[in-house]
């Protein structure tokens, strides 16, 4: 069969989009449907491309993508992966991945980033899950279209499958490389794509659109529950500390409880939290039930889990969470080495300088360490984004997350992120302001 992507996604005239392409046959064929409509609606693609730098052939694969995108006037933007930390491999260059998108986007101001997820990547994901462990957002997989606030992921191919994406390629020759690293059974991923994804196939050949129900079904049935536990979560979280009161916290639905605590694990271990499942969960619910006035369970990544009398809390095993609170006047000193000061007129205009009017925020500013569920508006953007989402996309480390200096007003919104990101209420050179800050 043939695929016609503006069957399953509702394309305006201008749009601008980013589309992540590996050079693989699915990134590859999304990329050549884009061009066949381009002219159609006056499309402006802009091509980005990651080097992972752990395959001979990715330098090859990027001369060949930089080359096609001169060829297809279409312009081409990339960057190599020069090292690892110790996390997960594919939890960390999802993540590098992803930030190095949302760059792109903003740099161009993009409606729409596209990836080239479809029918087969959702099953395995889901079956992925399901084994290992997961909460209701989990076991939904990935979803077609994520609204990010100023522009939207889209995965236009989720309808379809590997082989029709790959009939795809063949009906209108399109070229691309193969990743050799996709036949290993040493990854998870390619076990299932191997033994499992055959076996349900020769069931059902439709079977990626069961799933795909089954996802939305899920994802409806999550937000749902997300809406009903940022209410609890609300009751039961000490507003100073960030810690979780243990006995409004037991009078919760036990459901209710295990959402809460996998948001909490959220803040630790990223949005798949590929490194912890049920077990954990259940380890958690069992230490905060327990008679012991004070306990600690070892999670992984050097996370612990601790219970003092009526809190509940997570930390850095290395280096204990050193909360603070400053209010701020002229100049203060911070835990993390640097320092805030109040300044004259400046023309510099990076992340470490913030102008506020004082007309539209409540003085005295403070200046504190992160909290849990932390959120600001960020300048530029619509809605509000997590504090823990940005320090991942900043790669920020864990024990520098835990001291960075966050700055609030006195009704505790959050007006700056010294050194990462402005909020709204930050002004340009040419607007009124009467505060001036640097951070050193």
Request: charged residues 30%.
């Amino acid at each position: 069969m043939d695929i016609n992507i503006e069957n399953n996604f509702e394309f305006h005239e201008k749009d601008i989009i980013v589309i992540g392409c590996s050079t693989g046959p699915d990134s590859m064929a999304l990329f050549d449907m884009l061009l066949n409509i381009r002219s159609k609606y006056n499309l402006k693609i802009i091509c980005a491309h990651v080097n992972h730098n752990v395959r001979k052939q990715s330098i090859e694969e990027a001369e060949f993508i930089k080359k096609y995108c001169e060829n297809k006037d279409v312009m081409f933007e990339m960057m190599t992966i020069e090292k690892y930390g110790d996390d997960n491999f594919h939890n960390e260059a999802r993540n590098i991945r992803y930030h190095f998108f949302e760059k792109i986007v903003e740099k161009y101001k993009a409606n729409y980033l596209m990836t080239a997820h479809h029918g087969d990547d959702l099953i395995e994901t889901i079956l992925m899950r399901i084994t290992r462990g997961s909460n209701l957002r989990g076991y939904s997989g990935f979803h077609k279209i994520v609204d990010m606030g100023n522009y939207k992921i889209v995965r236009p191919l989720i309808n379809y499958t590997k082989s029709e994406i790959e009939e795809y390629d063949k009906i209108h020759n399109v070229f691309y490389y193969t990743d050799e690293s996709n036949s290993k059974m040493k990854y998870t991923r390619n076990r299932y794509r191997k033994h499992v994804l055959p076996f349900l196939k020769e069931e059902d050949s439709n079977v990626h659109k069961k799933f795909l129900k089954f996802s939305h079904n899920i994802e409806e049935a999550s937000l749902y529950i997300e809406k009903e536990r940022d209410k609890a979560l609300k009751k039961v979280i000490d507003i100073k500390t960030g810690q979780i009161k243990i006995d409004l916290f037991l009078e919760l639905d036990s459901y209710i409880q295990k959402e809460i605590l996998y948001y909490i694990l959220e803040e630790y271990y990223q949005d798949d939290l590929l490194l912890v499942n049920d077990k954990h969960i259940s380890l958690l619910t069992n230490l905060i039930s327990s008679n012991k006035a004070n306990m600690e369970v070892n999670l992984p990544n050097e996370i612990i889990a601790v219970k003092s009398y009526n809190n509940f809390y997570l930390k850095k095993e290395t280096e204990e969470l050193t909360a603070y609170e400053i209010e701020f006047s002229e100049y203060a000193e911070l835990p993390n080495h640097h320092c805030i000061k109040k300044i004259g007129k400046t023309e510099e205009n990076s992340n470490n300088i913030c102008r506020l009017s004082s007309d539209e925020i409540s003085l005295p500013l403070i200046i504190r360490t992160r909290k849990l569920g932390d959120r600001i508006q960020v300048k530029g953007l619509n809605g509000k984004k997590k504090l823990k989402d940005i320090f991942i996309e900043e790669k920020v480390n864990l024990k520098d997350r835990d001291l960075w200096p966050i700055v609030v007003d006195s009704a505790g919104v959050i007006v700056w992120i010294p050194g990462i990101k402005k909020s709204k209420f930050d002004k340009s050179n040419e607007e009124k302001c009467d505060i001036i800050m640097k951070y050193c």
